[in-house]
Each structure stands twice: as C-alpha cells, then as structure tokens.
C-alpha cells in the first residue's frame, strides 16, 4: 500500500493482529484474508462487532470509518510485517528444512531462553502468511528472533527472507519432501538452499551441519558456524546412543534428551550449536536439551495394555519415514508392527517412494506390516506379508476385531491427512 507508515501506526496503538473472527481481541486489527473457500471481507463487521479496531479490506465497495481499503490485503499483511520487522531491528533466525524443523525451533528456542529474551513462531505458522503474524508478534525488546520458513515450491523461501530478513540461518536437511510442488529432489534442494543463497547476499550467516556433504558444499566458502560431529567450531556434539532417547555427548557431557530417533540427533546438536555460537552457558544448554519435552504425535511413546507405542502421526515424506522405520528397528529389533499411512505431496514419484517404503520394511524385516491409504494399498499388493487398506477406518474396523495379532512394540507413522492416531482407540 502506498502508505504504509499510517497504518503502521494504527499497528502501534493497537494489541495486535488477527486474521480469525474466532480469535478477535479487543482493540486488535483484522485482516480481512481470502481463501479457496472462503472471503475475509464478508466478515470485515463481524470483527469490527467483536472489538477489532479496524478492518484491513480489499473489497472496494465497503464503507466504514473502521475500514481501511487496500489494494490486497495479503500483501498489506506482508508489507506491514516487514515495515515493522525494519522497526525493531532485532536479530532474526530463520529455521527451514525438509524435516525437523518445528523440533529444531523449538529446542534452540529453549536453549536461547535460558540467556536471552527470544520469540519464535508460535505453531506452525511458517508460511506466506504465517511468518508475517509471527514478524507482527515481535517487539523490540527481544534479544531474538526465531523464524520457521515452510515451503513446498520454489521461490517461497526466498520470499519469505525478503520479508523476514533474517541475519543468521538454518537449513535442518535437505529430503524428499514436498516433491509434488518442488518438482523433484533437485528442486527441494534449490528452493530451500534459498535461505542459504540469501544469507550469502547479505552478508548473513549460516548455521549448518557439517556432517551433510551437501550442505558443506553449500555453506563452507561463505561466512558460517558448523555443527554436527564433524564441526570446526567449538561445538562439536557426538552421538551417543538412542535407546529409545537420544543421548549426545557434549563438551565432555552426557546430555539424555526425551527424545526418541537417531534422527532427533541432528536437531539436538543444531540447538547445541546455536546456542553455543551466542554464548549460552554449557551446563544451561544441556538443562535445556534434558527438559525439552517432545509434542503430542511428534515421536510420541504411549504404553497401552502392556504395549509401547511410537505415535509420530503429525506428518510423513519418503525421508522421514525411512528414518523412523530404521530408527524403530534400531530401538526394537524384535517383536515389532509398523502401521503405516500414505505420504502425501509426493507427485510423480508417489507409486515409486511407496513401493521403496514397503521394500525397505521387507529388508528390515518387521514382523506385522499394515498400511492404509490408496498409494499404500496398490504398492502392498506386490508384497505377500504386507495387508493393505484404502483408508484408516478400514484398517481401524479391522483392528477391532484382530488386534491380538500386534507385537509388544508399535510404530504408527504416516501424514496428517491419515489421521493415524485415530488408530489407539482399538489398540
């Protein structure tokens, strides 16, 4: 908009933003968003009603002295974030990834926190309009910034940097993620390096985990700060064990997360090195990692009728999902039953990276295999010991009536959409 100054200052004598009617606080600003299904200025009153202090539309027709009209409103959203992000001039982190990224926040948020006054994303807001909410919701009283930028095309991280600009950053690794909208493995690799490839035009710095030749090749010739086993700076963080927690050893230290997965190591040693690149205190870093507490259906262990569960049920990729069933094998290399859900935004690729799950769980040799989904289901059927089912209820009537044939040990993974956690009422 043309001017953004003057609704930067209704920003400022405001208590915030809000782009929900549900979720309206008094004297806040509504941006007025559209979506597939559905169009905020119709509800421009609704939030006025509710005790918003002004309505941002982009509908030309309305009147009101509470409603300032704009061009687009998604892009006022944007604009603001990044006038008032100009504002404040606090450091910003940016954390984006294929995987592990939300755990990754999280724990260098905890580890920060324990030094400085830092804000990160709430959720995961990470998107085209999340990171705007999230700019919105720092002040300048912060030490820091956390960012968490999500993608799944290209050109949406760097996007998100010109609003954000962020000073230092992260990418937690490169996977087979999001494939549909990136076009290939090739294409995550470009579209999330995009932090990197802006950094580097800033003059920023990278974070990044050495032990991934691919990301040395990335961030070694520019200014950067490695973490991970194979590190040059002064953080070098060893994987102990994962049985079923993840333990690291650590300027001499045993540091025992309540972490599970030989995956979580390399969101662990990210925090670790963070944290140690702005001068946390060790023994306040390795209180941070001890007490992180892991969220519900993100490598979640339940104990149900004398059997443990591994419910990481939140979201699933061809990496991700290899990392899990390998990292469950590890754990349990007995007595076990995988239930798996589709992976869904896998494009092209999909008949293929489901056949290539299922492959891998023949070579781990699991001992109950069950899998619902449609790109499961057809993939199964080139498999004897494999039971497939087009959808979680048809697993789930199944269960009902034969889960006498689950093992003492459970991992349940597949992507949101399945809604496999729907699974432990009949387990």
Request: aromatic share 8%; glycine share 8%; charged share 25%.
């Amino acid at each position: 908009m043309k001017d953004i100054s003057n609704l930067y200052s209704k920003f400022l004598a405001s208590s915030g933003v809000c782009t929900d009617t549900r979720k309206i606080e008094p004297n806040s600003i509504f941006f007025a968003l559209k979506g597939d299904n559905f169009d905020g200025n119709a509800y421009a009153d609704k939030a006025l009603e509710s005790g918003a202090l002004l309505a941002v539309i982009d509908d030309q027709d309305q009147k009101g002295e509470s409603k300032i009209v704009v061009d687009n409103v998604l892009e006022s959203l944007q604009e603001l974030a990044n006038y008032h992000r100009n504002q404040i001039e606090i450091p910003i982190i940016a954390i984006t990834g294929s995987n592990g990224k939300t755990t990754t926040k999280k724990l260098t948020l905890d580890v920060l926190s324990k030094e400085f006054k830092v804000k990160a994303t709430a959720g995961n807001l990470n998107n085209h309009i999340g990171v705007p909410l999230t700019l919105l919701s720092f002040t300048a009283e912060l030490d820091l910034g956390i960012v968490e930028m999500g993608a799944n095309h290209q050109k949406e991280i760097e996007a998100l940097c010109k609003i954000a600009q962020p000073n230092y950053g992260l990418i937690t690794n490169f996977g087979k993620a999001h494939l549909e909208g990136f076009g290939g493995i090739e294409g995550v690799i470009k579209g999330k390096s995009e932090l990197y490839d802006y950094l580097i035009e800033k003059d920023g710095l990278i974070f990044f985990n050495r032990d991934d030749e691919l990301q040395v090749e990335k961030a070694i010739q520019h200014k950067n700060y490695s973490i991970g086993e194979k590190s040059l700076s002064d953080c070098q963080v060893i994987f102990k064990e994962a049985k079923p927690f993840v333990s690291v050893e650590y300027s001499n230290e045993i540091i025992q997360s309540k972490l599970i997965g030989s995956y979580n190591f390399k969101n662990i040693s990210a925090a670790i090195g963070i944290g140690r690149y702005f001068g946390v205190d060790k023994e306040k870093i390795k209180g941070a990692i001890e007490d992180f507490e892991p969220e519900k259906m993100r490598s979640q262990i339940i104990t149900k009728n004398g059997k443990e569960i591994l419910l990481d049920a939140y979201n699933a990729n061809p990496t991700s999902m290899e990392a899990a069933l390998r990292s469950f094998k590890q754990m349990h290399p007995d007595n076990q039953t995988v239930i798996l859900g589709d992976m869904f935004e896998v494009g092209d690729e999909a008949s293929k990276e489901h056949a290539h799950i299922l492959d891998i769980c023949q070579q781990l040799k699991f001992e109950t295999i069950w899998v619902c989904g449609e790109q499961f289901q057809e993939a199964s059927s080139e498999f004897t010991n494999v039971a497939g089912f087009k959808t979680t209820k048809d697993l789930k009537d199944y269960l009902k009536e034969n889960n006498s044939q689950l093992t003492s040990y459970i991992l349940i993974k597949g992507s949101r959409g399945m809604q496999l956690e729907s699974i432990l009422d009949v387990l």
